[in-house]
């Protein structure tokens, strides 16, 4: 059922050298540095990969979701980085798309699929990360049809660095969740400013930080889809974008694996090869069972979309879970086997073993994940 088509492995080999053109040569710096990898997306951009999510009639150049799912899983390999922006950038085309009027579409979406303008998506806040009903940025709707936007979104990716944001506005405090509306707010708009940029442990070129809006005033046609429609419309996206972050995991949890045999190999431990011990054979034969069966979920995710099922949360839900799950673990099992020098940055082990932490959270934290796929059985 998931063999690759053609068309398919030749997506996957042209992203490899891609991959290992561009990305693989800047991973370490973009790490080391905190730099924002303009220069990567750019280049990405220019090969277009950016316009793969997004539908041919607006500029894109969709084939299929599993597509976009391959993409993620090789430039996961390579930096986590990198792979986040896209994730990021493809949530913000996917609320236009989903939501947005046949003008919007037309008018938003080229920008994004060209790599002209990089997205972004700000949701959470400091008192609303699960608890997105919690939500307190507020939007006022003027007489002349414009809206004025304030709050303060925290933990943003790509924040300061992107170019056009999808925004969550509470408009309508007393209805939660059915309050929440999306606006589009591109940089440089009067009213919206950047604060602090956190430093964080992984994804350190993945500029997290804060998105201000203080009397933003937007026209009228930056409200994407209906008033109160946003939290729908970002749950319906973040369906695309679960099983995009598991294929980045799985990505990642691949290279961890292949370090580790590598290691394996090399290293010699009272006179034999780390590989000739059963302990450490154990450990490689659990990782090949995790990569694989996560590729499976994401790659079963994506078929589901692929037939046309409008809604896939659970199968979505659980290929993320799974995936980073997956991710941390191997990851910590491969700097197992490289013993102490697994914790020196001169091995690239230990940057993925930080990137993959940040995976459990993206998207949705694992425990309200669980939730989901529970509410889905019951």
């Given at each position: 059922?998931?063999?690759?088509?053609?068309?398919?492995?030749?997506?996957?080999d042209?992203?490899r050298?891609?991959?290992?053109?561009?990305?693989?040569?800047?991973?370490?710096?973009?790490?080391?540095?905190?730099?924002?990898?303009h220069?990567?997306?750019?280049?990405?951009?220019?090969?277009?990969?950016?316009?793969?999510?997004?539908?041919?009639?607006?500029?894109?150049?969709?084939?299929?979701?599993?597509?976009?799912?391959?993409?993620?899983?090789?430039?996961?390999?390579?930096?986590?980085?990198?792979?986040?922006?896209?994730?990021?950038?493809?949530?913000?085309?996917?609320?236009?798309?989903?939501?947005?009027?046949?003008?919007?579409?037309?008018?938003?979406?080229?920008?994004?699929?060209?790599?002209?303008?990089?997205?972004?998506?700000?949701?959470?806040?400091l008192?609303?990360?699960?608890?997105?009903?919690a939500?307190?940025?507020?939007g006022?709707?003027?007489?002349?049809?414009?809206?004025?936007?304030?709050?303060?979104?925290?933990?943003?990716?790509s924040?300061?660095?992107?170019?056009?944001?999808?925004?969550?506005?509470?408009?309508?405090?007393?209805?939660?969740?059915?309050?929440?509306?999306?606006?589009?707010?591109?940089?440089?708009?009067?009213?919206?400013?950047?604060?602090?940029?956190?430093?964080?442990?992984?994804?350190?070129?993945?500029?997290?930080?804060?998105?201000?809006?203080?009397?933003c005033v937007?026209?009228?046609?930056?409200?994407?889809?209906?008033?109160?429609?946003?939290?729908?419309?970002?749950?319906?996206?973040?369906?695309?974008?679960?099983p995009?972050?598991?294929?980045?995991?799985?990505?990642?949890?691949?290279?961890?694996?292949e370090?580790?045999?590598?290691?394996?190999?090399?290293?010699?431990?009272?006179?034999?090869?780390?590989?000739?011990?059963?302990?450490?054979?154990?450990?490689?034969?659990?990782?090949?069972?995790?990569?694989?069966?996560?590729?499976?979920?994401?790659?079963?995710?994506?078929?589901?979309?692929?037939?046309?099922v409008?809604?896939?949360?659970?199968?979505?839900?659980?290929?993320?879970?799974?995936a980073?799950?997956?991710?941390i673990?191997?990851a910590?099992?491969?700097?197992?086997?490289?013993?102490?020098?697994?914790?020196?940055?001169?091995?690239?082990?230990?940057?993925?073993?930080?990137?993959?932490?940040?995976?459990?959270?993206?998207?949705?934290?694992?425990?309200?994940?669980?939730?989901?796929?529970?509410?889905?059985?019951?």
């Amino acid at each position: 059922m998931y063999i690759l088509s053609d068309a398919h492995r030749e997506l996957r080999d042209h992203t490899r050298f891609l991959v290992e053109t561009y990305i693989e040569p800047r991973a370490n710096e973009i790490d080391r540095s905190g730099e924002y990898p303009h220069d990567v997306i750019k280049a990405l951009a220019q090969e277009g990969i950016l316009a793969l999510p997004i539908p041919k009639e607006y500029g894109g150049d969709y084939r299929d979701i599993l597509s976009w799912f391959i993409v993620m899983e090789e430039v996961g390999r390579a930096c986590g980085t990198t792979a986040n922006i896209l994730a990021s950038h493809s949530l913000c085309a996917y609320v236009i798309e989903i939501s947005g009027t046949e003008e919007q579409k037309h008018r938003f979406l080229p920008d994004l699929a060209s790599g002209k303008m990089i997205g972004a998506m700000a949701m959470t806040e400091l008192n609303a990360g699960t608890d997105s009903g919690a939500i307190e940025s507020s939007g006022i709707h003027r007489e002349d049809g414009k809206w004025v936007l304030n709050g303060r979104k925290v933990m943003i990716a790509s924040a300061g660095e992107a170019d056009r944001y999808i925004i969550m506005i509470k408009t309508d405090p007393s209805k939660g969740t059915r309050g929440i509306s999306a606006f589009l707010v591109d940089k440089g708009t009067p009213g919206l400013s950047f604060g602090a940029r956190y430093e964080t442990t992984g994804l350190r070129g993945l500029s997290v930080g804060e998105v201000v809006l203080e009397n933003c005033v937007v026209p009228g046609d930056r409200l994407i889809g209906a008033e109160g429609g946003g939290f729908k419309t970002i749950m319906k996206s973040l369906d695309r974008t679960r099983p995009a972050v598991g294929a980045m995991a799985v990505g990642l949890a691949q290279k961890a694996m292949e370090l580790a045999i590598v290691r394996a190999k090399e290293r010699q431990q009272f006179g034999l090869p780390l590989a000739d011990q059963q302990m450490v054979q154990a450990k490689l034969a659990d990782m090949a069972c995790q990569v694989d069966a996560a590729r499976l979920l994401v790659y079963h995710a994506a078929a589901q979309r692929d037939s046309g099922v409008e809604r896939f949360t659970r199968e979505s839900a659980q290929a993320k879970l799974f995936a980073s799950d997956a991710a941390i673990s191997i990851a910590s099992e491969a700097l197992q086997i490289f013993g102490g020098w697994g914790y020196m940055r001169q091995y690239p082990v230990e940057r993925l073993w930080r990137d993959a932490r940040a995976l459990q959270l993206a998207d949705g934290s694992n425990e309200i994940l669980r939730v989901v796929i529970a509410r889905s059985l019951l």
